[in-house]
């Protein structure tokens, strides 16, 4: 099991990446929105792998 951490913004985000364990596979900042997030996420983990997500949700200012 992989466990994803996003940090979503207008126009860069930041997601990670950590094993069962908690060890941090890897992370990253995307420029850009949904689609180049999307398009990242997606050449970094393998399709056939489960995948939990977790997040925090703020209302914007």
Known sequence: MLYVGLDAHWRQST??????????????????????????????MDCRTPVRRC?????SK
């Open 15 to 44: 997601f990670c990446v950590l094993d069962g364990h908690g060890r941090k596979i890897l992370s990253r900042t995307v420029q850009g929105r949904w689609p180049e997030v999307l398009e990242e996420v997606g050449k970094r």
């Open 55 to 59: 997040g925090e949700v703020r209302p």
